[in-house]
């Protein structure tokens, strides 16, 4: 049976200082089973049609006009429901904080938005974790859809893993064809996943989850958490920098026949969400284009130039205050 993941992210840019990408991997089989199991659990008194981690903190939308004891009993059996599947956790958080002081500054549009991180280290800590477990074959891997991102993700793809193939071919082999987005309300493994999104994020942001972590974390005592989650905050996100720099510089040459090769990835179908931002991708042709006749060490001569007329000009602007104090 072919290994499937279903992940969900919680927070975003301008929500919050956390963005996190959680859920859970495991046989078709297995989910087959928990799905039946998840809907019964759904729809036993007083039932809801489906289950969203947020309206449940809340009490509001499927959870309007419940006690928040009854609440907790159904967030309590849907945790047992999880535990009972015999999958594995794993999640990736990101400071958003320290992305837009340490990474953002060096990716262009659209990749610059933390999303992207988060999905792409997400994939590779899953197709880690299999392949680590035993697995050699092409894994399923499903995410919540996403209004805007869910087709931008699906056209960066193919290049993305011809990228990643230069690295490490044989793990690269049990990647996904194509990530699948889908709605969570249909398949109920990503309802799961909320659940875990949300608790790391209200973990990782040390905001008040209302006690549900209390309530679902220990019904998870046998669902074990992959050895490939993670958390990256400042120092982390300096070493990425520091990793995609050096990739760039090994694949340079490649990097250029990819871009040739993708005119996908400058010149996108009428009628597309991608073509919502026409002038935001003409942008970033541009900038691509520009980028494959700069090496790096005069990109990095540039930022570093950029810094220092930042750093003068604050200096400048602290003078000028002291001496009119």
């Known amino acids: 049976m072919p290994i499937q993941a279903y992940v969900d992210e919680s927070g975003s840019r301008g929500q919050g200082r956390v963005l996190v990408f959680a859920g859970f991997i495991g046989e078709a089989e297995k989910w087959a089973r928990f799905s039946d199991s998840w809907v019964k659990c759904l729809s036993e008194p007083p039932s809801i049609s489906y289950f969203k981690m947020a309206e449940a903190a809340k009490l509001r ?37 320290a992305f837009e002081k340490e990474m953002a500054m060096h990716w262009a549009r659209p990749v610059s938005n933390p999303y992207f991180l988060g999905f792409i280290r997400a994939l590779a800590g899953i197709c880690v974790d299999v392949w680590d477990w035993g697995c050699r074959e ?11 991102f869910s087709q931008r ?56 989850d209302r006690g549900l972590s209390g309530i679902v974390m220990p019904e998870l005592k046998d669902t074990p ?8 905050g400042k120092a982390k996100m300096k070493q990425l920098v520091k990793m995609s720099y050096g990739f760039e510089r090994k694949y340079a040459a490649e990097f250029a026949e990819q871009w040739k090769e993708h005119p996908e990835l400058h010149e996108h179908e009428k ?3 991608m073509k919502a931002s026409t002038s935001e991708y003409k942008n970033f042709d541009r900038a691509m284009r520009g980028l494959l006749k700069v090496t790096h060490n005069e990109i990095k001569a540039k930022l570093d130039a950029e810094k220092a007329a930042k750093k003068r000009k604050k200096s400048r602007a602290s003078s000028a205050s002291r001496e009119g104090a």
């Open 153 to 208: 993700i699906k056209l960066w793809y193919p290049a993305w893993k011809k990228t990643w193939a230069l690295e490490n071919r044989e793990l690269t082999a049990i990647y996904p064809t194509e990530p699948l987005f889908r709605d969570d309300r249909k398949f109920v493994p990503l309802q799961a996943a909320d659940l875990m999104a949300w608790i790391f994020k209200k973990h990782y942001s040390r905001e008040d």
């Open 61 to 97: 939308d499927e959870f309007f006009r419940w006690k928040p004891e009854a609440r907790n009993q159904k967030v309590r059996k849907l945790a047992q429901v999880i535990n009972a599947a015999g999958v594995r956790c794993i999640y990736y958080g990101i400071d958003l904080v």
């Open 138 to 148: 092409e894994i399923e891997l499903i995410f919540d859809h996403h209004i805007i």
């Open 225 to 232: 958490n992959s050895h490939c989650s993670d958390f990256v």
């Open 271 to 273: 009628g597309t969400e």
